[in-house]
DNA sequence: AACTTAATTTAGATTTGTCTAAATTATTTT
DNA sequence: AAAATAATTTAGACAAATCTAAATTAAGTT
């Protein structure tokens, strides 16, 4: 009932990689994780006795859906720490990650769920992923990436699928930010590099791989 | 510069014990943190190693001059979100010990300075017992024990020596609290108890026991 | 001072999480 | 399908933190 710091990151880590595959194997989680493919075998065994995750040696891992609910309690303690340091002690958008990392392990429900309240039950972290609810609920999202949106169509940009420090400096510099409108003008077929408009007049030029990693929604 | 959540445990525990007595004793120690002695041996050599710590087999151990840096720092940690957790989560006062337990191990000094000017850099946690700044200074304190207090004189309740949940649970019971104001108006030799005037005209009895960890200053 | 008891330390073991190097299994290329 | 390569697992080791049981040292008592 109770987990590991270690344990923790582990479960975490391959609830958001199968999210994109369905299964995991142990080089992609040892690579995310900067833990070598010996000890991720390891940790696999150790989870499996657990009954959180699904494996048999060679075929890869995916989360039971016990391990699937520890994911959800990590993942919103992990949310609301970081709507809380930004919103509340005002860090920036690109410094929550970090400190959240080690909030996230502190697991007391009446903390989280008091935070929470305190808080006004916010529905997305600062890099406007949902926050899962006291339940596990969390919202499906049904977001699409910036070069799939149609030209001329303003839209609402909702989330980063890479939250390196790299590519939220490159935001930052182009004043791009959850919450931000934007409308693609032009899609260059040389480079598939974006000309776009933010706000009301502003028109920058969005490289392929920065533009796959931006998600959009049209809710607004 | 980082310490292991054993570590820090062992520290602060140190720092507390060596208040009252100036040396620490291996049983004292073990007591205190519900281990064994030979594991308390085993990590004051640790400790030692470090430099944090002046100790010779057989002679009890203190902090030296960098751990009580140390110390300082984890107390201050641990103060400020027992404050967070009583001010702004609600929490009540012999409910935040315990959480504050497990967030004071989350040591990113920026989180901490944001922390203290959010809460406004508070002087005191919810049991009356002084924070220390980001520099470590703590305020000295001078506070005397309620069985010292002259007869007929108004006094202000500052803290509590003794943290259990069962004090706590009296103290609640009595609505003696932090900032409560006192007028002790007998003591009966007999038991060594108090009659004593809370508020405007509550005559209350308080056992030898009880007065001697109630923490008084004159300060208002 | 010798004996007894209490406190402390040491020796050796265990659990958790990690690693390197070697062995095994799966996948890709020729 | 064999050979080469890549991915994964196993074997064995190590550091951190803990424990039990035994040995040692200190303190208290006759
Ligand atoms: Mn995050
Ligand atoms: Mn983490
Ligand atoms: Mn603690
Ligand atoms: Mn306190």
Chains 1, 2 share one sequence.
Not at 77 to 103: C, N, Q
Not at 149 to 161: A, D, E, I, Q
Not at 208 to 217: H, P, V
Request: with cysteine; hydrophobic share 35%.
């Amino acid at each position: 009932m109770n987990y590991s710091v270690s344990e923790e990151n582990y479960i975490k880590t391959i609830f958001h990689l199968q999210k994109k595959e369905g299964t995991v194997t142990t080089n992609e989680l040892a690579g995310e994780l900067k833990t070598r493919p010996a000890s991720v075998t390891d940790m696999m065994k150790k989870l499996k006795a657990k009954k959180l995750l699904h494996y048999q040696p060679y075929q890869g891992f995916r989360l039971t859906t016990d391990g699937s609910k520890v994911a959800l309690g990590i993942i919103r303690r992990h949310r609301l720490w970081e709507y809380f340091l930004a919103e509340k002690l005002k860090f920036t958008w690109d410094e929550v990650h970090e400190v959240a990392e080690e909030l996230e392990h502190v697991s007391n429900k009446k903390l989280i769920d008091k935070l929470d309240a305190y808080l006004g039950f916010p529905k997305k972290d600062p890099h406007g992923d949902p926050i899962p609810d006291a339940q596990g609920k969390i919202e499906s999202g049904k977001k699409i990436r910036l070069p799939e949106v149609p030209l001329h169509t303003s839209c609402l940009v909702s989330g980063v699928t890479n939250q390196s420090g790299e590519i939220l400096e490159l935001l930052k510099h182009k004043k791009i930010r959850i919450g931000t409108t934007l409308e693609v003008r032009k899609r260059f077929e040389f480079d598939q590099s974006l000309e776009i408009r933010t706000g009301k007049q502003t028109i920058i030029n969005i490289s392929r791989e920065l533009a796959e990693n931006i998600l959009i929604s049209y809710e607004s």
